[in-house]
T-cell receptor
Framework: DGGITQSPKYLFRKEGQNVTLSCEQN?????MYWYRQDPGQGLRLIYY???????QKGDIAEGYSVSREKKESFPLTVTSAQKNPTAFYLC?????????????FGQGTRLTVV | KNQVEQSPQSLIILEGKNCTLQ??????????LRWYKQDTGRGPVSLTI?????NTKSNGRYTATLDADTKQSSLHITASQLSDSASYIC???????????FGKGTTLSVSS
């Protein structure tokens, strides 16, 4: 089955540690996105990538880093510089340049700093 | 600045009643608008897509409308069910090479 997979579903991190969230898709989509969602708030864009080896900062990129070495994978690293990392993180992918573009989402990773 | 604004922020209705959610956008140029449903702790799932030339589209009990002149869309839910309790997110795509723009969503609670 084609889809987009995030792992792990739940993640706990100690303060001061970096942690990497995985996002893999087998939909052959060029574009991939990372969003953060906090309680009572909408989705906020962290980073997005339109093609392999290229990515752009979103609205809240500080304290995060990404890589896009393969079309299928877009891992997000939450660094110790992110002051308030506890949140629900969503990864999405879509076709580029199509007027009927739809974003397909993973099931999310809930990160908690302990 | 490209923005998507949704209203109301939250809504509580009785089972069986109808409701309408609103989405206003300033994204230009405009390619399409999608309504997503997000259950708590899950990823959003697409309900319907509206392109520039479409005014109304239905998906079961969900009916979306689009007025491209006033840059407004609505999502009407008829005969609500308890399973309709979720966040409903309006997402607008402008042009190739740009990211999707998300509204903050409307949280709908359907009670018995």
């Amino acid at each position: 089955d084609g889809g987009i997979t995030q792992s792990p579903k739940y993640l706990f991190r100690k303060e001061g540690q970096n942690v990497t969230l995985s996002c893999e898709q087998n939909l052959n989509h060029d574009a991939m996105y990372w969003y953060r969602q906090d309680p009572g708030q909408g989705l906020r864009l962290i980073y997005y990538s339109q093609i392999v080896n290229d990515f752009q900062k979103g609205d809240i990129a500080e304290g995060y880093s990404v890589s896009r070495e393969k079309k299928e994978s877009f891992p997000l690293t939450v660094t110790s510089a992110q002051k308030n990392p506890t949140a629900f993180y969503l990864c999405a992918s879509s076709i580029r340049g199509n007027r009927n573009t739809e974003a397909f989402f993973g099931q999310g990773t809930r990160l908690t700093v302990v | 600045k490209n923005q998507v604004e949704q209203s109301p922020q939250s809504l509580i209705i009785l089972e069986g009643k109808n409701c309408t959610l609103q989405c206003n956008y300033t994204v230009s140029p405009f390619s399409n608008l999608r309504w997503y449903k997000q259950d708590t702790g899950r990823g959003p799932v697409s309900l319907t897509i509206m392109t520039f030339s479409e005014n109304t589209k239905s998906n079961g009990r969900y009916t979306a409308t689009l007025d491209a002149d006033t840059k407004q869309s609505s999502l009407h839910i008829t005969a609500s069910q308890l399973s309709d309790s979720a966040s409903y997110i309006c997402v607008v795509w402008g042009q190739a090479g740009t990211a999707l723009i998300f509204g903050k969503g409307t949280t709908l609670s359907v009670s018995s």
